[in-house]
């Protein structure tokens, strides 16, 4: 039985603290596979493979600025943003990094399914995409440490992405459009409608069986 942990909006150094206590519970066995699902407040992430010059983020722009473990580029997290974090241990689920993303990312797909958004990937590309044009719709990060998971994805939901390619070269690409399920299903969606079908895409990928949402840390509950 896995753990589906349901918090609210989390500060991003608060999750990432999170995470890692997790992660290190999992690792020792004293933790069943857990996913995270929550919203951050503004803040750019920058992955291990930024490049100088990837974030200029205006003078007086109220985002925070993290330097984070996971792989990849710079990413932006804000309110109406799906975040999902699975800490995993991946001896359950196949020692494969690179099919740890890929079955991510068709989690994903899954995920925006419901709403009639027909979603993909693009070869050499990370996150989810939709073409015709090409626009992205979730970005994926992830670190793995003695076969353990922390990172993980983020869903556009309903949010301006503006961010993505005023503050930041999102994905190191230049002319990279993204979008969100309320702009690709023509209606507001809040991320509490997305978050059952998130939690059921991940148990059907990975073949996990969520438990009832568990109760929020001390940490977190105590603010």
Known sequence: MAELLNLGLVPYLEAWNLQRGIAARVQAGEQPDTVILLEHPPVVTMGRRTDEGEVH???GAEVEL???????KSTYHGPGQLVCYPILDLNRHDRDVRKYCRDLEEAVIRTVAPFGIEATRFEGLTGVWLKRPPRKIASIGVHISRWVTTH????NVDLDPAPFTQWITACGLEDAAFTTIAREAGRPVSVDEVRPQAAAALAEVFELELGEPAAVPDTLAAR
């Open 152 to 155: 993980g994805y983020a869903l």
């Open 66 to 72: 993290v330097e984070t473990d996971r792989g990849g």
């Open 57 to 59: 983020v205006p003078e």
